[in-house]
């Protein structure tokens, strides 16, 4: 009650400012000056052995004056300093608007984000604003990961997965180990084979998939039922053992390749969990995960069943 109390005093639960808060700078000008002149008029007085006091009048009202002036040198030297600060923000602005003109992404949803940004103080209060300056953060976080070619996050990141899906224009290879079985159950990975199916059929995207098992005894009947689902979706779905691919054959986490350009893995914990997304985008790496793919696809059995194409021109 008390905490709901705090948030109601005042206008709209902000603190009512205070009476010395608002009094205005010339008052405050005014009297420092009349005291500067007092106390340089009380000090000539007793320091002059001169019963006349024109000397006395004069001397403070100088002080006073040089007082009242040196007041608004430091004001307009304060002023000055914030024209400086705001000019100085208006052409880093200038220079970040030009630059996002200058790149290949949509300066208008830039614009949007800033624009949104700038309003979130008008819906809510606290929550809302570190809400929107954490999700800002990680914003921030994932551009400067994508543009030095490395970006990671905790944990699975299935949104990202879905969205490089729908951003995909001609292929996608990807591998399977026993890490993610228990995510084609799930609910994100039928809006991730959704996506996957209408990049087939829209765009004409091929996608493979490599599930990865070391032993034949790994093959169940469930995993055979999950190869025949994808293949019916279009996918092109084999089993990889590791005695099929050989001694020698490059030994893979679970990786998706996404038109050859951008590598989206799945890091595993010790105890075979998945730990952590990251998103690789640097050639040698790309082409080293394309080349290891390969040769465990071309190791891997076809399928006995035909797939059916469901790609639409």
């Keep these: 009650m008390s905490g709901a109390s705090s948030l109601g005093a005042g206008n709209n639960g902000q603190a009512v400012p205070r009476q010395d808060q608002r009094m205005p700078k010339l008052f405050w000008r005014i009297l420092i000056t009349a005291v500067a002149a007092g ?8 320091l002059s052995e001169d019963d006349g006091n024109i000397w006395q009048w004069t001397a403070s009202i100088v002080i006073g004056s040089a007082v009242l002036i040196v007041q608004y040198l430091v004001d307009f030297s304060e002023r000055l300093e914030k024209v400086d600060r705001r000019f100085a923000e208006i052409i880093a602005a200038t220079e970040l608007f030009s630059q996002v003109d200058g790149s290949v992404l949509r300066s208008d949803k830039v614009t949007r984000l800033v624009l949104g940004y700038t309003k979130v103080g008008e819906q809510g209060g606290d929550i809302v604003e570190a809400f929107a300056e954490k999700e800002l953060g990680r914003l921030a976080r994932l551009m400067e990961g994508l543009g030095s070619g ?12 879905i969205d490089i899906t729908d951003c995909a224009k001609m292929t996608i290879f990807a591998t399977s180990t026993s890490v993610d079985r228990d995510f084609w159950s799930s609910e994100p990975a039928k809006r991730y084979l959704a996506a996957q199916e209408k990049a087939i059929r829209a765009r004409g995207v091929e996608v493979r998939r490599l599930f990865l098992v070391d032993t034949e005894a790994e093959i169940t009947e469930s995993l055979r039922q999950l190869c025949d689902k994808q293949r019916r979706s279009g996918i092109d779905a084999r089993i990889s053992t ?15 390749i996404f038109d050859g350009e951008l590598c989206y893995e799945m890091q595993p914990d010790v105890r075979g969990r998945p730990a952590m997304t990251k998103l690789k985008m640097t050639r040698e790496h790309v082409e080293e995960r394309i080349e290891d793919f390969n040769a465990l696809w071309a190791a891997a059995p076809e399928p006995e069943v035909p797939q059916r194409v469901t790609s639409e021109t």
Excluded: K, R
């Design 39 to 46: 106390l340089a008029f009380l000090l000539t007085s007793i």
């Design 150 to 161: 490395n970006a990671d996050c905790p944990g699975e990141n299935h949104e990202w997965l």
């Design 242 to 256: 590791q005695s099929q691919a050989g001694p020698d054959a490059p030994l893979l986490n679970d990786v998706i």
